[in-house]
């Protein structure tokens, strides 16, 4: 992007024309798998759960799941404000490993303290802490780690790599999900002997984990670098990082309009894939008649199915261009929605909800990787910093339509809003332009002089 202030840095490795190391590409997707302990468990099927059911008052003002949510949007607020920033000043630095692992390590440590949440409303303020926390330090850690996509893979391969990421991820979530599942949750007598007190089990899973993202985060550190700097960027202030910030995006809007309609158009379909995951399994449960034990079970297959549709996209991707892939996605969830409004029972519950999940993969992925085709070289973990911001500043809307179509018809009418915000994210994209000829001379740069691809990026319509 010529508007944004030129880097002081030497082309990475995928720029420099070298072929991608798929050593190094498991590695930085081990990472992935690694923190699905956190997102895939921790906040969405096990430990927020256990917050709101039994550490949370019964019968108080606010209800656990009120609580949560005051903490989610308590620690939204702080990664928007903040995200870009962070990314910011690492890529001046060239420091974007020092972040991951920083905010990596503190990730992990949150999840080892969770283990001191007891089952009793004294601890409900350390669980909020610790959940928003976590979710701070995470996001900060994903902003990095994601804008490493481009030092593992090359223009050819950026989609199929993506998709590796992601499928582990849920794989890593599958896991995890099985093993809290059979020997914490299920047994009246756990492993281990953690039945006496009863959120002991909930809590082990917290630091089953903190171990597991430690452990798996590890080959990161070993197989991947920052690429080399000729001449480092000096230090600036915060407020002056904000300065920069600020400077930047008014050139990025002046020359580069389409990464800033990318943003604002992933911005709302992101709430509403987001949104699947928060309120599935209160759907599960409150409308298709589904167990809580037999929610978890669902997690687990939603992650099969998730993980399968991120590779398999990814693959079809580096043919078709991640445009087309996040629309064929978007279009299949908004389908699946309105059928999910007609039927009934935990058995059509099970086939279209897996149906859902098979297409939120691949919506994910493809937005990953559109957004490092369009990143400039040397900004992309700020980019990626915008991508969070952009994702956290509206993240109230899928939740709020939900509860304004639930109060009106019930929790079954509150798939419209979640629909809503698919389609409107949808009918967005539909007006985000092909990147402009410099973007594309970028992308050619990482592939050599080939003729093919050239062709692709310069023809009308490239995705």
């Keep these: 992007m010529a508007g944004l202030t ?60 009120q609580w949560v949510s005051l903490s989610m949007t308590l620690a939204g607020f702080v990664i928007a404000i903040t995200a870009p920033v962070i990314g910011q000043r690492a890529d001046r630095a060239g420091r974007r490993m020092r972040n991951l692992g920083i905010f990596t390590a503190l990730t992990v440590l949150d999840m080892v303290l969770m283990v001191l949440v007891k089952a009793d409303p004294a601890y409900l303020l350390l669980g909020l802490v610790l959940l928003g926390a976590g979710n701070v330090f995470s996001e900060f850690a994903g902003v990095s780690y994601h804008s490493m996509l481009k030092l ?35 047994p009246k007598v756990p492993f281990f002997g953690v039945s006496a007190d009863p959120g002991l089990p909930y809590r082990m899973v917290a630091l089953l984990c903190a171990a597991w993202f430690a452990v798996f985060a590890i080959p990161m550190f070993v197989a991947v670098r920052d690429p080399a700097r000729g001449v480092r960027t000096p230090a600036v202030s915060v407020t002056e990082s904000y300065r920069i910030l600020g400077r930047d995006l008014r050139r990025l809007w002046r020359s580069e309009r389409t990464a800033v309609w990318f943003l604002g158009a992933s ?48 693959i079809v991707e580096d043919r078709v261009g991640p445009k087309a892939i996040i629309m064929t996605s978007l279009i299949a969830l908004v389908s699946t929605a309105v059928v999910l409004l ?59 339509l939900f509860g304004v179509f639930a109060a009106m018809g019930g929790d079954r009418v509150g798939i419209v809003g979640i629909a809503l915000v698919l389609l409107a994210g949808l009918v967005a994209l539909l007006f985000v332009r092909r990147p402009q000829a410099h973007g594309a001379a970028r992308l050619e740069a990482g592939a050599g002089a080939d003729s093919d691809l050239v062709m692709e990026q310069s023809a009308p319509g490239w995705r």
């Design 342 to 400: 007609f039927v009934h029972g935990a058995g059509m519950f099970w086939i279209f909800g897996l149906i859902l999940c098979l297409w939120v993969g691949p919506a994910q992925s493809s937005s990953r990787t559109y957004l490092t085709r369009l990143a400039p070289h040397g900004r992309e973990q700020e980019l990626f910093g915008l991508y969070t911001t952009t994702g956290r500043a509206v993240s109230f809307l899928a939740p709020a």
């Design 152 to 186: 593992v893979s090359t223009p050819r391969t950026v989609g199929r790599v993506s998709g590796i990421g992601w499928s582990l991820g849920y794989f890593g979530g599958i896991v995890l999900l099985a093993v809290s599942y059979f020997v914490f949750i299920k």
């Design 267 to 314: 911005a709302l379909y992101r709430d509403g894939l987001a949104a699947i995951f928060t309120f599935g399994a209160i759907l599960a449960t409150s409308v298709y008649g589904l167990s809580p034990s037999d929610v978890l079970v669902f997690g687990i297959a939603a992650n099969v199915v998730a993980a399968l549709g991120a590779v398999t996209a990814g």
């Design 6 to 65: 030129p880097p002081s840095a030497e082309p990475d490795a995928e720029e420099a024309g070298r072929p991608p190391s798929w050593g190094r590409v498991i590695s930085w997707g081990l990472w992935d798998w690694g923190a699905s302990g956190f997102h895939a468990v921790i906040t969405t099927f096990v430990f927020s759960v256990y917050v709101a059911d039994m550490v949370a008052p019964k019968g108080g003002a606010r209800s656990g799941a």
